[in-house]
């Protein structure tokens, strides 16, 4: 198994803790000339404070060391909360260099108290991900040079960094589908952390996993082009010729087909032309061109 290099900074256990109005100075101040320090000024009586503070926990713990995060008892210390002007809680601060560098008033969606951490951290001149995008990047080239097995251990080593890395997971389970194992690709995909099963990432992985899953029973394409050349209107070899061009790598191929088919009868056996264009869109890269000028198309033949 490979191993990662952690991203050097405190322990997880000194990441987030709770400090006193004296303590202010060393922990803050003092504290952000070297790393990022966020502020949580909170209280025991406040409700949103309950639901923002574990969030932002989470978010700064993901980080891995390139930001710490204090809690501050605004009733127990009401000069400091005088002092930074402190109107309604929760207020959340971010200091470095011993400067106020960010911050927001009330609670926020998960995904923005994490941009918020990833953009302290950047700002700091950090990486947020404890150097795991880095790791991610590599197992994809690996991925894309054919190198599976090299790629799915990579991919394993950041999750273990990270398990809830939606880019990782979705890797691996694409690295089991290019090495044919696709129930052990299915395992991993339905055992997904629930936080993260909606992902982009994910769910391009599961349109792969599908439609690998269709190649198995498609027929030759040479005798598929054949048939539809001598029966245009025979749209179940149309759709059959669109699954092998897919499996043979042509998706460009793949999707004129369906397209053909869409142009042809749109409300097909359950509209399953617009089906399958989705999924192949759905499995390629959101800039990959044949997804783009894929979707123009059928987007100007739906409104036609």
Not at 130 to 150: I, K, R, S
Not at 162 to 176: E, I, T
Not at 265 to 294: H, M, S, Y
Request: with cysteine; net charge negative; hydrophobic share 45%.
């Amino acid at each position: 198994m490979l191993e990662l290099n952690a991203a050097k900074g405190p322990e997880a256990g000194d990441l987030v803790k709770d400090i006193t109005e004296a303590e202010f100075m060393a922990e803050v101040v003092d504290g952000s000339k070297e790393i990022p320090v966020i502020v949580d000024f909170w209280a025991p009586w406040c409700g949103p404070c309950k639901t923002l503070g574990p969030q932002l926990e989470e978010a700064v713990k993901a980080a891995k060391g390139a930001v710490k995060m204090v809690k501050v008892n605004v009733d127990e210390a009401q000069a400091i909360a005088g002092q930074m002007r402190i109107q309604s809680i929760p207020t959340v601060y971010a200091f470095y260099q011993g400067q106020p560098l960010d911050g927001f008033q009330g609670a926020l969606p998960q995904s923005e108290i994490k941009a918020f951490v990833e953009r302290v951290v950047q700002a700091a001149g950090g990486d947020a991900s404890g150097g795991l995008d880095d790791a991610v990047v590599a197992a994809e080239e690996m991925l894309e040079q054919g190198a599976a097995v090299d790629a799915a251990q990579t991919f394993a080593a950041i999750l273990e960094e990270d398990p809830a890395n939606a880019k990782a997971y979705g890797g691996l389970v694409r690295a089991h589908v290019v090495l044919g194992e696709l129930e052990q690709a299915e395992a991993i995909l339905n055992g997904a952390p629930v936080e993260i099963s909606k992902a982009p990432e994910l769910e391009a992985a599961h349109a792969q996993l599908e439609l690998a899953g269709q190649s198995a029973g498609v027929g030759p394409v040479a005798e598929l082009t054949a048939t539809v050349e001598a029966e245009p209107d025979n749209h179940q070899a149309r759709f059959d010729l669109a699954q092998a061009l897919y499996a043979n790598g042509d998706a460009e191929g793949a999707v004129a087909q369906l397209l053909d088919l869409f142009r042809r009868d749109r409300e097909w056996n359950d509209g399953a032309a617009r089906a399958q264009l989705f999924t192949i869109f759905e499995a390629l890269k959101p800039n990959d061109p044949v997804a783009l000028n894929g979707r123009r198309k059928l987007s100007s033949m739906i409104f036609a």
